[in-house]
């Protein structure tokens, strides 16, 4: 199981970037997804999580109202669209995944940023200037 993330870069305060993950030799459509972000010095938080139904995308409070998840079955694909970025917004983003039989969605959903994921991405670098 691999994840391979792109689409970071630099932006401007208030710009917007979109990043992408996706799932190289397997199905992400088995898959919960999460995007978790680390920045220089601080512990990795969560960012926003989607179920393999893509039922009731959840978001940390960070980022509500200015981030979405979203994911496309037919590109095997999971995208981040980061809107009205923030310097605090500068971070290494990762994507994971976890099975989606080993948790139901409604669960995952509600405890996204604490669940045990099974492969990560290797993290893509966004920098936002104020």
């Known amino acids: 199981v691999q994840l391979q993330a792109s689409g970071g870069g630099f932006a401007q305060s208030d710009g917007s970037l979109r990043l992408s993950c996706t799932g190289l030799?397997?199905?992400?459509?088995?898959?919960?997804l999460a995007w978790f972000r680390q920045a220089p010095g601080k512990e990795r938080e969560g960012v926003s999580c989607?179920?393999?139904?893509?039922?009731?995308?959840y978001y940390a409070d960070s980022v509500r109202g200015r981030f979405t998840i979203s994911r496309d079955s037919a590109k095997n694909t999971v995208y981040l669209q980061m809107n009205s970025l923030k310097s605090g917004d500068t971070a290494v983003y990762y994507c994971?995944?976890?099975?989606?039989?080993?948790?139901?969605?409604?669960?995952?959903?509600?405890?996204?940023?604490?669940?045990?994921?099974?492969?990560w991405g290797q993290g893509t670098l966004v920098t936002v200037s104020s």
């Open positions: 994971t995944a976890v099975r989606s039989r080993l948790i139901s969605g409604s669960i995952f959903s509600t405890r996204c940023f604490k669940t045990t994921y099974d492969a």
């Open positions: 030799g397997f199905s992400l459509n088995d898959y919960h």
């Open positions: 989607i179920s393999s139904s893509a039922h009731s995308p």
